[in-house]
T-cell receptor, first 114, second 114 residues
Framework: KNQVEQSPQSLIILEGKNCTLQ??????????LRWYKQDTGRGPVSLTI?????NTKSNGRYTATLDADTKQSSLHITASQLSDSASYIC?????????????FGRGTQLTVWP | EADIYQTPRYLVIGTGKKITLECSQT?????MYWYQQDPGMELHLIHY???????EKGDLSSESTVSRIRTEHFPLTLESARPSHTSQYLC?????????????FGQGTRLTVV
């Protein structure tokens, strides 16, 4: 069964600190993995995309890693800001269908305190 | 900013009423989706469409129906709303570029049935 699991479920950190969010998946055949940021009451917005051949990718203060062998990804946030408070969702796409099926994790709810 | 719009953003309605949630995109995407998301939970696919006159049910059983008469428009209808339909509904469209699928989400409609 294709699944995406994220940890931790929720996380509270102080402004300026770093944090790392984890994503494990069993989706096969694997196409790519995206991290989305979802602010409260809004739709998810893509942060990064990782394909099979990529190990790490950065987008400003966000750095995503991918280990396709162990089927694990992480999202590292550096020097957190209050605006980073949101749900971070790991989304894995398969390449077994024309739909490019998307599988969603439950998300990690990040709260940044001043 | 993705060009996909949902209306209304919030809706409170009585049991038994018929409602239609609107979703429009101006990106010319063939694939469109409806997801249901309860607070703190993952997104569940309830409907998707490959293109005009193509609609399929998703993973999560839903009493709602959809139509795709025009590429840019993908409305969702509940013939008789019930309190169990209270949830957030997210519309998305996707494009497959370079072998990777990216989904663009609307802002969502938060539905409350009383």
């Amino acid at each position: 069964k294709n699944q995406v699991e994220q940890s931790p479920q929720s996380l509270i950190i102080l402004e300026g600190k770093n944090c790392t969010l984890q994503c494990n998946y069993t989706v096969s055949p694997f196409s790519n993995l995206r991290w989305y940021k979802q602010d409260t009451g809004r739709g998810p917005v893509s942060l990064t995309i990782m394909t099979f051949s990529e190990n790490t990718k950065s987008n400003g203060r966000y750095t995503a890693t991918l280990d396709a062998d162990t089927k694990q990804s992480s999202l590292h946030i550096t020097a957190s800001q209050l605006s980073d408070s949101a749900s971070y969702i790991c989304v894995v796409s398969d390449r077994g269908s024309t739909l490019g099926r998307l599988y969603f994790g439950r998300g990690t709810q990040l709260t940044v305190w001043p | 900013e993705a060009d996909i719009y949902q209306t209304p953003r919030y809706l409170v309605i009585g049991t038994g009423k018929k409602i239609t949630l609107e979703c429009s995109q101006t990106m010319g995407h063939d694939k469109m989706y409806w997801y249901q998301q309860d607070p703190g939970m993952e997104l569940h696919l309830i409907h998707y469409s490959y293109g005009v006159n193509s609609t399929e049910k998703g993973d999560l059983s839903s009493e709602s129906t959809v139509s795709r008469i025009r590429t840019e428009h993908f409305p969702l209808t509940l013939e008789s709303a019930r309190p169990s339909h209270t949830s957030q509904y997210l519309c998305a469209s996707s494009a497959r570029t370079g072998g990777n699928t990216e989904a663009f989400f609307g802002q969502g409609t938060r539905l409350t049935v009383v």
